[in-house]
């Protein structure tokens, strides 16, 4: 049970006892079973946030402070300010370690100080000096300098930044073909941090950072390695793409519902926000006939084994998330298949598309699939009574009959009939819930 019902929980067992539905004894060994609420927890959370801000805002300050100057400074007085706060920040890191290593916001702050001071002697001293390496050797060796932190002192505030510069990176080295392949193996280098965090508390605010920031990273990898293809001319930049990405974003979905189904909030879900959104977003893109399907599967170079390569990965993220399709269904969670499926409705697509028609075709499949999924959506927010989910549902189906519109030639009675028909929609639907709510809450 999460800490706000636990919380609610404990505010109502006076009254029970009180009213005599629960005896004394009762009400003591409930509170034995949840065990004590933390209520330091978020006070916690707001000094380690605090600590890694001051940090960040310390560290800059003291970089354009002394750049503000630069100019006017001699050479031994820059190789000063460029050392000076790194072995500042380390002494501090090294004090924490050794006296506060039970003080998440001290690990935390002084990590990103140590980080930031780390990043700009790097780029001081290579600016004083004249050494060689352009921007993208800074960041790489400014990272990897950095992973060392994630582990040594257990934080993951220089693990998320580690992330963002990984990014950072991979866009300024322009990565070509097999190179792109090295964002993924950077950013991989997290993992074991993040499975630590989560053996804790997978519900904590740290392994959600975590999460988040991941599900974000491999996004983005991914579009590196397609994108780093594309730029080998290995294949056009309009091939498929999405292919790979269904299998991606219905992995990532199904395992947070695997694996962190039970979180409180909305924001405690990153696999599955993010997870479902992707699959619900390049589904409904694939619905459209000309706009997504036109020339979409021209090939501009012959197969060879760096197609082969690319053609490999977009094909294992469709079978990873079959496979978690099925553990899903062996875990008697049905409606979680219905992400998960995602990648098998685009071969269908894709043989209907060889078959019969190249654009109507695939269109037709994926118009069926985002209305299961909208009309899926809208049941079970209504089961679960959960008015957000309920309306994201109604909303699906809002734009895809909308969609429809721009594509097709229907009068305006149709058009409005079926205006009529999903704004009464949304309406039953937050009507239902309101009743569902209002009759459990009785």
Known sequence: MSTKFVRWLYAELPDLVARGVLTGDAAERLR?????????????VGLTLSAVLGSLLVGLGIIFVVAHNWSDL??????????GPLIGAQVLAGWVAW????????REGAATLLMLALGASIALVQQTYNAPGDVDTLLLAWMLLSLPLVYLLNVSAPAVLYL????????????????????????ALVIPHFVQALRADRYAVRPVLLAWALVVWAAV??????????RSHVYREDLMWMTGYLGLFASAYLVGALWFGEASSIWRRPFQLVGAGGVAVISYGLS??????????????????????????????????LALTVLALVK?????????????????ALVLANGWDRELAPALVFNGYVLVVGVATLVAGVMRQRLALANAGVLLVALLIAARFTDSELGLLVRGIACLVVGAGFLATNLIVYRLRKGAAR
């Open 32 to 44: 034995q079973h949840y065990g004590e609420v933390d209520k330091d927890r978020w006070r916690q």
């Open 74 to 83: 001699s050479r031994p007085v820059r190789t000063f300010f460029a050392v």
């Open 99 to 106: 006296r506060k290593e039970a003080s998440v916001a001290w």
């Open 164 to 187: 963002v510069g990984v990014i950072l990176w991979a866009e300024s080295a322009e990565l070509k073909g097999a190179e792109a392949a090295y964002i993924g193996l950077l950013g």
């Open 221 to 230: 990898a991914f579009w590196w390695v397609l994108e780093g293809a594309a």
């Open 288 to 321: 459209f006939r000309h706009w997504m399907w036109n020339g979409f599967w021209q090939f501009d170079t012959p197969f060879n084994e760096e197609l082969s390569a690319l053609f490999y990965l977009m094909g294992a993220t469709g079978w990873i998330s």
């Open 332 to 348: 008697h969670m049905p409606g979680r298949a219905i992400f998960g499926v995602a990648p098998l409705v685009m071969a269908l």
